[in-house]
């Protein structure tokens, strides 16, 4: 794992970098000396809380901008490293491929519910929606007194603020690729 004077040092580089920046014009925006942040991108000096404040406020940017690990353009998942979530008698396993993140209002999940496999969920939070996309079988979605048959090859979207729940009633596996949006 990468220190906090190296995720900084990353960080500034890239930032400075991505607005095409140079390191005498982020001294002029900042009222931090060339000099230092040279040494701070080069991961010389570990800066003070004080300095790394006025290189924000002058790049107009937030604070934690410096010290999160900065994502990369492409992420690749190797989903057979992804421990499931074992529900249902062991009929049903969720494995989180994308999951929640802050910085995002949504997660991923790929699904494979046995024959018989059956989920039953609590309302999300209000405005929440599912969308779901069945690559193999038959999966019924029951939404509060509502039920959807959705094959092989389609797909749902739905407000999950209301009790709902998942069955594979196919005669085979059921895998789907299940998206939850978070609202504001």
């Given amino acids: ?18 607005k095409k920046l140079s390191l005498d014009t982020v ?17 010389d000096v570990n800066p003070t809380v004080s300095t790394m404040w006025k290189i924000a406020n002058g790049l107009k940017i937030s604070f934690s901008q410096f010290i999160n690990h900065a994502e990369s353009n492409v992420e690749l998942i190797d ?14 396993k969720i494995y989180p491929t994308f999951p929640f993140d802050s910085t995002r209002r949504f ?17 999300h939070l209000q405005g929440t929606q599912e969308f779901i996309t069945v690559f193999v079988g038959e999966l019924t979605v029951v939404i509060g007194d509502k039920k959807y048959v959705v094959n092989s090859g389609k797909a749902i979207r ?15 596996t059921c895998l789907l690729d299940m998206i939850i949006y978070y609202p504001d």
């Fill in 107 to 123: 997660e991923i999940y790929y699904l494979e519910l046995d024959k018989n496999g059956y989920l039953s969920t609590v309302p």
């Fill in 79 to 92: 989903t057979s490293n992804i421990e499931p979530l074992i529900e249902g008698e062991g009929k049903v």
């Fill in 27 to 43: 001294a002029k925006l900042s009222g931090v000396s060339k000099s230092m942040l040279g040494q701070i991108e080069r991961c």
């Fill in 1 to 18: 794992m990468d220190s906090l004077s190296n995720i900084i040092a990353d960080n500034l580089k890239r930032i400075r970098e991505e």
């Fill in 158 to 172: 739905f407000k999950a603020d209301a009790p709902h729940s998942y069955e594979n009633t196919g005669d085979s």
